[in-house]
């Protein structure tokens, strides 16, 4: 009797040991899994250089790779790039964790460039993602900022003042046109009619000595 029951508690404390281990299983699971995504994780780098830049100028952006068991060659998809800097449907390959391009972005306003990596690792692919701002300033900015935008707005405005001071002296030398040309034509006519009254004034004064008789004297007596 006494046999029987102590197998019957082996086999009860068997049973427990066993449920035990099934709890704990997915749980060891799951902490290895967290472990193998932790390791494929990359760190990036990105960053554009000069930041702001004129719109049609050149501007060179780096990234910079890092992580436990990362492989080249890389694979880089740039997203929301300004007109410019577009990369196309297919990603662009770095051979090495630092990678530098250049591009010239074409349409003004401030940007926000999103960068997605992935290794070349067959057993655990690593991920990484990166952000970076990107200025682009209009043809008449400044790479400068709020100064240069200020400076370029003084030099438009005293352009105008320019143009408007040439329109101001087109209208006087206008009128001053015009009015010697006024003065020369009544000088004109005023020669005109003096030289007709002169003529008029020959021709009376020449009738009227052909009308007087001229005067007698009386011989002496």
């Known amino acids: 009797m006494v046999g029987t029951n102590a197998v019957a508690l082996g086999i009860v404390a068997l049973l427990l040991f066993s449920g035990l281990g099934t709890v704990a299983s997915p749980s060891t699971r799951l902490a290895s899994s967290l472990k193998v995504a932790a390791a494929g994780g990359l760190s990036v780098t990105f960053s554009f250089s000069p930041n702001p830049v004129n719109s049609g100028s050149s501007t060179q952006y780096s990234v910079t790779i890092s992580g436990i068991g990362a492989t080249s060659p890389f694979y ?14 297919n990603p662009t390959t770095a051979n090495s964790a630092s990678y530098s391009g250049s591009c010239n972005p074409s349409s003004s306003g401030s940007f926000t460039v999103q960068l997605g990596v992935v290794d070349s690792n067959s057993t655990v ?15 008449g900015g400044n790479n400068n900022g709020g100064s240069g935008s200020k400076s370029g707005n003084n030099s438009n405005g005293s352009f105008n003042l320019l143009n408007g001071l040439g329109g101001v002296f087109s209208i006087l030398i206008l009128f001053a046109a015009v009015f010697l040309g006024a003065l020369i034509a009544i000088a004109a006519g005023t020669i005109a009619t003096a030289a ?9 004064n020449e009738t009227l000595k052909q009308t007087i008789p001229p005067t007698q004297t009386k011989p002496p007596t």
């Open 125 to 139: 692919q690593h991920h990484g993602s990166a952000m970076a701002s990107l200025t682009v300033n209009s043809n």
């Open 76 to 89: 880089l998809w740039f997203n929301s790039t300004p007109q410019g800097c577009q990369s196309g449907s």
């Open 196 to 204: 007709v009254v002169s003529r008029r004034l020959r021709q009376i």
